[in-house]
């Protein structure tokens, strides 16, 4: 179910088991993809999550009739569209909060839930620079027993496998998932110019400390990684792998006693 579509009649009737909060980002990625990506790519996973937790709870429920369905246990809030991102503050339209007001925005922007009886959240990450934050929002909401609820914090790209190490920015895994997605978004003519002006890896690195903590000071258009060696067919294959892997986090997260 998705929040934003539904009624609260429906909310009231609805057996929701968990909430998806999408969080992304307005941040540049490079010459060929928009500023959107992250909350795109949040979005789409949060979404395949949703209809893989909900196949997954229909197939499993012995009780169930022969029309059982699961629909609308998962409730997808809106995308949080704004993070921390001031690391790309050099390129053109990237929009960024502090992370002190990015913690206290999705915090409370959680904690709306627990009171009609949804306790249980997660954030579903399309951003790098939003994971520490994010990972003490999760920490924060779950140890508040003024509403009991649990949280924890899922970021897409963590938990796509083999293809994890390819990560960059820009690059084949968020170019491959926006092909799949959301293809019009992807400017096909500009991959050229992307590769071109792309870095091989994230940062300047010294001791396992990275000096960069602008994006800028590594990379010349924004990219890192090689935004062709991610296609459509590979961004299918990296929905299914994170929407199946949200969906069992999820099962683990309703099943669990408590924070
Ligand atoms: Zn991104």
């Known amino acids: 179910m998705r929040l934003a579509d539904a009624t609260w009649t429906d909310v009231r009737d609805a057996d929701v088991d968990v909430a998806f909060v999408p969080v992304g980002s307005t941040e540049q990625h490079g010459p060929h993809a928009p500023l959107g990506t992250d909350t795109l790519d949040a979005?789409?996973?949060?979404?395949?999550?949703?209809?893989?937790?909900?196949?997954?709870?229909?197939?499993?429920?012995?009780d169930a009739g022969d029309d059982a369905t699961a629909a609308g246990r998962v409730a997808v809030t809106p995308p949080?569209?704004?993070?921390?991102?001031?690391?790309?503050?050099?390129?053109?339209?990237?929009?960024?909060?502090?992370?002190?007001?990015?913690?206290?925005?999705?915090?409370?922007?959680a904690e709306s839930l627990?009171?009609?009886?949804?306790?249980?959240?997660?954030f579903v990450n399309g951003h790098g620079g939003n994971v520490e934050a994010l990972a003490e929002v999760a920490r924060r909401f779950s140890r508040d027993d003024a509403h009991g609820g649990y949280a924890v914090a899922f970021t897409?790209?963590?938990a796509v496998g083999e293809?994890?190490?390819?990560?960059?920015?820009?690059?084949?895994?968020?170019?491959a998932l926006l092909r799949a997605t959301n293809p019009d978004l992807v400017r096909e003519d500009r991959i050229e110019e992307?590769?071109?002006?792309?870095?091989?890896?994230w940062g300047e690195w010294v001791s396992?400390?990275?000096?960069?903590?602008?994006?800028?000071?590594?990379t010349d258009n924004g990219v890192v990684g090689d935004p062709a060696a991610?296609?459509?067919?590979?961004?299918?294959?990296?929905?299914?792998?994170?929407?199946?892997?949200?969906?069992?986090?999820?099962e683990a997260v309703v099943d669990r006693e408590s924070a």
Not at 56 to 62: M, R, V
């Open 43 to 62: 979005v789409a996973v949060a979404e395949a999550g949703a209809a893989a937790y909900e196949a997954a709870e229909s197939a499993g429920d012995p």
């Open 114 to 122: 627990p009171g009609h009886g949804i306790d249980r959240v997660v």
């Open 194 to 201: 992307a590769r071109e002006g792309a870095a091989d890896r």
């Open 80 to 109: 949080i569209p704004v993070g921390v991102a001031e690391e790309h503050r050099a390129f053109d339209g990237t929009m960024w909060v502090s992370p002190e007001t990015f913690r206290a925005y999705v915090r409370e922007a």
């Open 156 to 158: 897409w790209f963590d």
């Open 230 to 250: 991610g296609d459509a067919e590979r961004g299918e294959a990296l929905l299914d792998l994170a929407s199946d892997a949200l969906a069992e986090l999820a």
């Open 208 to 218: 396992g400390v990275n000096l960069a903590h602008d994006s800028d000071a590594f």
């Open 163 to 175: 293809h994890a190490g390819d990560m960059g920015h820009a690059g084949p895994l968020e170019t």
